[in-house]
């Protein structure tokens, strides 16, 4: 199955990218994160191999109980860890460039609709996602442009909390309208032609389970620390010790 194998490959890509980020913020926890991604990804395959969480007439949602407990342990280390730290203090074009991997993530779903894998309400332009990723691109671009002078350059630093604040802002929304969006498309309660059925099967799992509340999520709270901080200076400023 091209669509399942394409997926797969694209799964592998984020990952590789976030463990990057994680390599460059603090070598120490690359093998750790290396394991809670892949214990993440078997445990979510494992279970939705047994078609769990798409079980839609109980309560609470069988979805709920895995996204909400990720959502709450990312928040928890980007907001509470000296790990949240260090990736919210990772240099502005990484940070923020790194959220591009959303564009590659709305060109699958486009393709996989076309395939009859994705309901339709999950598309440009219901689903904006893709401008998200391709503002969080042209800001990664822009910060490694100037990733020699922004430092010395109030004007600088100011553009970028400022552009950091409206992207946070527009990606929160966009998750939100991801998350809503899946919440009434159940065969039970839908509002929509299509539902998601499929998609809460093994591997797709895995989009709302680890690229969306995992590597999007955690990436958005990041930039949001980073924006209500960045007007102390404690955070530009900051530099993590040495790994021994």
């Known amino acids: 199955d091209i669509v399942a194998a394409s997926f797969i490959a694209l799964v592998c890509v984020c990952s590789a990218c976030a463990l990057y980020m994680v390599r460059v913020a603090s070598p120490m926890h690359t093998w750790r994160a290396f394991l809670f991604l892949a214990l993440v ?15 839609f007439g109980v309560l609470p949602p069988r979805l709920a ?19 949240g730290a260090r990736l919210v203090c990772l240099p502005y074009h990484l940070l923020m460039g790194s959220q591009a991997f959303r564009v590659l993530v709305e060109l699958w779903i486009a393709a996989a609709h076309v395939n009859g894998v994705v309901p339709s309400q999950f598309t440009f332009p219901r689903n904006f996602d893709a401008a998200i990723g ?11 442009c100037n990733v020699g002078v922004r430092a010395d350059d109030a004007k600088i630093l100011f553009r970028e909390q400022v552009w950091s604040g409206i ?27 299509q539902t998601v059925y499929e998609l809460l ?42 790994d021994e």
């Open 201 to 242: 099967g093994a591997p797709y799992i895995l989009l709302p389970g680890l690229l969306l509340i995992v590597f999007a999520w955690m990436g958005t709270l990041c930039i949001a620390v980073r924006f209500a901080c960045v007007r102390g200076a404690s955070l530009i400023h900051y530099v993590p010790q040495e």
């Open 167 to 193: 992207w946070a802002t527009s990606s929160f929304a966009s998750i939100g309208n991801l998350i809503v969006t899946a919440m009434t498309s159940g065969p039970l309660v839908s509002l929509h032609e």
């Open 65 to 83: 109980l895995l996204m909400v407990p990720l959502a709450l342990s990312g928040a928890w280390l980007v907001l509470r860890s000296e790990f």
């Open 41 to 55: 990804t078997i445990f979510e395959l494992a279970v939705a191999s047994t078609g769990l969480f798409q079980q």
């Open 134 to 144: 391709l503002l969080a691109g042209a800001l990664g671009l822009w910060g490694w």
